[in-house]
């Protein structure tokens, strides 16, 4: 089984936010099955400057994934201004991916055995089957640049986070499973956050930009979205989470939970029921 990984963590200066998604989007999805990379665009609300990164991991030697990612750099035009890349143990670095890289494995969690703090957060989520525009670019990059107007809670910020698909992931057929999004080149995930409790007033207005930010950005997706960020605005969520595999799902919950022991909203319900939502 596998005992170690690469990890890789990239940043570059906002000026080169544009050429970096777009580099990043034309190699991510189709990099070897041995690399995985995602892309993150974030900036506090109010306040700070906003932030590019791009991280990932590689199964293999450094010099292979310092290879993969020189490939990466050329397509950007210049390399990044800071970078990490190392060998590390499986486990540590699934600890560094879950943001534990100080903590052992019983601090990795929250309350009262854990070291986590309890992280308020309101999420949406796109799939991208096309490369965005460079009108799609833009809107994503002022997106992020619109929270330094946010007057938000304490500590609170906002990102979109790209998880590049392609590979063995789009090898399986769509209706072979219950996860329908085979034909994608990277999901999304748009989020914003706060510190505990948070004010009501920063809370809504971190709440209307992601929401704006959402809707501006949408148009340039497939229209799917991912079941395990679940979006309460959604109304198309059974097409947008399931698709086509949704009366499929719905026939064998309706054989191994008929009585709707597991029900919540936007549940998968049994033919005939009522929907959980």
Request: glycine share 12%.
């Amino acid at each position: 089984h596998l005992r170690q990984l690469v990890l890789f963590f990239l940043s570059w200066p906002w000026s080169q936010a544009g050429r970096v998604v777009n580099a990043w989007q034309s190699w991510a999805p189709h990099a070897p099955d041995a690399l995985w990379s995602n892309l993150h665009l974030s900036a506090p609300a109010g306040t700070g400057g906003p932030v590019v990164q791009v991280g990932g991991t590689y199964v293999g030697s450094v010099h292979g994934a310092a290879r993969l990612l020189q490939e990466l750099y050329a397509r950007v035009g210049s390399g990044p201004s800071s970078s990490f890349l190392k060998n590390e143990s499986y486990l540590d670095a699934m600890l560094v991916e879950a943001g534990c890289a100080q903590y052992s494995v019983s601090e990795c969690r929250t309350g009262p055995a854990g070291r986590l703090p309890r992280v308020p957060s309101y999420a949406k989520s796109d799939f991208f089957s096309r490369k965005l525009s460079a009108s799609g670019i833009r809107t994503l990059l002022s997106g992020i640049e619109r929270l330094r107007s946010v007057r938000g809670a304490s500590g609170g910020g906002g990102a979109i986070a790209f998880d590049a698909l392609g590979g063995a992931v789009n090898r399986v057929h769509p209706n072979a499973t219950a996860f329908v999004h085979r034909d994608a080149l990277f999901g999304a995930q748009y989020s914003t956050s706060w510190n505990y409790p948070g004010s009501s007033r920063g809370v809504a207005n971190q709440h209307a930009w992601l929401r704006s930010y959402y809707a501006a950005v949408h148009p340039h997706a497939n229209g799917q979205a991912y079941q395990n960020y679940v979006d309460p605005d959604l109304t198309n969520w059974r097409q947008a989470y399931y698709g086509s595999n949704y009366a499929r799902l719905a026939r064998i919950k309706g054989r191994y939970d008929p009585h709707q022991l597991f029900r919540f909203p936007q549940g998968i319900t049994p033919p005939g029921a009522g929907a959980a939502d």
